[in-house]
């Protein structure tokens, strides 16, 4: 059989990650990989094991705008006639798709062919694309045990295998989470879309805070650029020691150190705080495709593992009170963070791979 798969996922972290993982995965087993993607994902992929990328033409349009759907459609046919040719050069065993709009043209162009194909789903909620193909292609994985918005048909023969995270925070599942004792250690993240909310509130909220709990303090936080400096400010006038960033690299080394994460619930923050077992306060972006970020924080509240709260009933006053009662209480953070962990798959990309393998052969 050629090992070679190709992997195919839109132009997000949260598409390429898991993607890279998969693709790490496979590698190790001796396959080659090839990664389908768009311009975007060229941003991610810089550390991808592909011995090539193929860069497909893709584009979304919304339902409300016939014309933009007809010039999205040219533009995603173009793409399937640029896989089906790379894919008759290349002659793939398998070909993975992990979603968005990037990543159709190439599971389009592998149906047409009859080539054996696989998707993931790394949300609660089947996307849009992955709902689409889910009934054509061979298999479905997926990350959550809730699989929302798939037919009945398709939920009963998805495979729950977890979200693939990289080897760095899989290694943060075997480390023991230890509940505060002195210093009180708050990683606050924002996710790709959405940040300026949590940039703007949380130092806010933070600076609300009893003084004996804030100088016990050492806040790691994303923020938009244009927000880092009224948050250090904030965080400076509350006596607060602070570190913010745009983009933490070493995300594993922070989450290792936190006691209590803030974030966004998309479905890369949601795995990766089951697998390192950290407690949570998480804010479902409003916004959300589908909703699927409520949906995702959901496993997670349910385990005992996050507190939610909801944009619209979220406040400077309400955030201030939910880090009260949780830094008080180092022993509800202990309970949270063991409800975490209890619903981790650790070893996803295994899993998705052993189904990948199954299915080229």
């Known amino acids: 059989m050629n090992k070679l798969a190709i992997v195919a996922a839109g132009g997000t972290g949260g598409h390429l990650f ?4 998969l693709a790490e995965a ?31 033409s893709a584009a979304t349009a919304k339902a ?45 162009g592998a149906l047409s062919q009859g080539r054996r194909t696989v998707i993931h789903e790394q949300n609660a ?11 054509k292609v061979d298999e479905v994985a997926c990350a959550f045990p809730t ?23 899989r290694a943060l599942y075997d480390v023991p989470y230890m509940p505060p004792e002195v210093q009180l250690r708050i990683l606050v993240t924002g996710g790709s879309q959405g940040a300026r909310l949590l940039s703007e509130l949380i130092p806010e909220a933070v600076a609300k805070l009893p003084e004996d709990l804030r100088s016990r303090l050492k806040v790691f936080q994303q923020a938009r650029p244009e927000s880092m400096e009224q948050a250090r400010k904030t965080y400076r006038n509350a006596m607060v020691d602070c570190e913010v960033a745009p983009f933490f690299r070493d995300m594993a080394g922070y ?34 495709a589908d909703d699927h970020q409520r949906f995702n924080a959901k496993l997670l509240e349910e385990a005992g593992g996050a507190a939610v709260c909801l944009e619209d009933e979220l406040t400077v006053d309400a955030m201030a009170g939910a880090l009260n009662a949780l830094l008080k209480d180092p022993e509800r953070l202990g309970r949270m963070a063991a409800g975490a962990r209890s619903v981790a798959k650790p070893d996803a990309a295994e899993a998705l791979a052993d189904l990948v393998e199954r299915t080229a052969r």
């Open 26 to 56: 496979l590698a190790a087993r001796g396959w080659r990989i090839v990664l389908a993607t768009d311009e975007r994902g060229a941003l991610y992929a810089d550390k991808f094991p592909a011995q090539e990328r193929l860069a497909l």
């Open 125 to 135: 909620v089947l996307g849009r694309v992955n709902r689409f193909l889910a009934s």
């Open 255 to 288: 989450l290792r150190q936190s006691h209590l994460v803030i974030g966004r619930s998309g479905a890369s923050t949601c795995t990766e705080l089951a697998v390192a077992g950290r407690p949570s306060i998480l804010v479902p972006l409003k916004i959300a």
């Open 64 to 108: 409300n705008d016939p014309l933009g759907m007809v010039k999205a459609g040219v533009v995603v046919l173009q793409g399937v006639m640029e896989a089906r040719a790379a894919f008759k050069r290349l002659d793939p065993a398998v070909v993975v798709g992990f979603g968005g709009y990037p990543a159709l043209p190439a599971l389009l």
């Open 147 to 169: 699989l929302e918005m798939a037919k009945p048909s398709v939920k009963s023969r998805a495979h729950v295998v977890g979200n693939p995270v990289r080897p760095p925070v």
């Open 18 to 21: 898991p993607a890279q993982a």
